[in-house]
């Protein structure tokens, strides 16, 4: 068998683990099996640029960051109105006499895995983004690496904050969803978590930071690149959009610190850690998660099981259909249990 492997969209940390397992997984079951990288992505498949891998290339390779193969985005919405595009995916597929792909992705790379295999592509699929938001599993490989990346980010501004007496605001990623910000928050103590799932109301905002300040006097806020207040909420994403361009601002986080500032006078800074969050070794909850999924994995291509991804659910790794899943978001549910743990220990939502 011929097997090509992909790694799409944005990186994060986990991907060679599960690289580096699947093909330990998978030589262990049929040592004639050949593995063909992939290079940067669904890109790499329009334009047939790949290369075979050998053992070799799977060496020392567990523990780090990044992908060995390559990553780009090939973003779904503009692939269905370039049709060219899947046709070209379709013709490398079958001109690489390729009998299966395997695809390490998101949301937007399940998309189009989705509508390969729907075009009659053999595609196994793995869940990997720092965004958790992918429907079908509870967890995504890279998500747990972010978590400890953000919540060491914030347990460093807790003591700056302290020391200068000062609110700091850290933005966090997680596109649309706060699971990331939800957990680092969390676990670096912060006093205030904003997520995209429970829009804020400013004077909520305000009230919490003054109470926060006069108990212990700082504050830190947890905020995610995708937060919004109640207004907001009630917008289209474009309109959302155009607002923020009139007002010179991509995210809320620096919109907050200004009111903080105006109605409060206390000094505030914002902290943005962007891709650091996405970058460097996997943490060892992530090796263990990624060694699992591309065990799995490999156990789906001998057994042929086509159109499917992998996922998890409690403690077992299970598969479940493409069709299923491709497209829809999995959102923090406003009343979920930490939502309400974090109520119990006095954390505040802006709400
Ligand atoms: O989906 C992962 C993610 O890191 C999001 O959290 C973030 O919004 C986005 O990717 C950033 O994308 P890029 O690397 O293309 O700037």
Redesign the pocket.
Known sequence: MKIGIVTS????AGLNAVICAFEKAITAMDPKIDLYGIIGGYTGLINREYKQLKHDDFSNIFNTGGTILGTS?QPYKKLLQEPNKVALMKENYNKMNLDALVILG??GTHKTAALLSSEGLNVIAMPK???N?LWGTDITFGFHS?VNVATECIDRVQTTAASHRRTMIVEI???KVGW?TLYAGIGGEADIILIPEIPYDMDKVIKAVEQVKKRKGFCVIAVA??AMDKEEATLTKKERYQKRVERGEVTASHRIAKTIEEKLNIETRVVVPG?I??GGAPSPYDRVLCSQVGAYAAKLVIERKYGVTVALSGDKIISNNLADIAGKTKVVPPKHELIKAARDIGISFGD
């Not at 969209?9 to 994060?12: A, I, K, S, V």
């Open positions: 969209g944005g990186d994060c985005r998101g949301q983004t720092i965004d938001d972010a990623m997680g596109n990331l690149e995708g891709h969050q996405r």
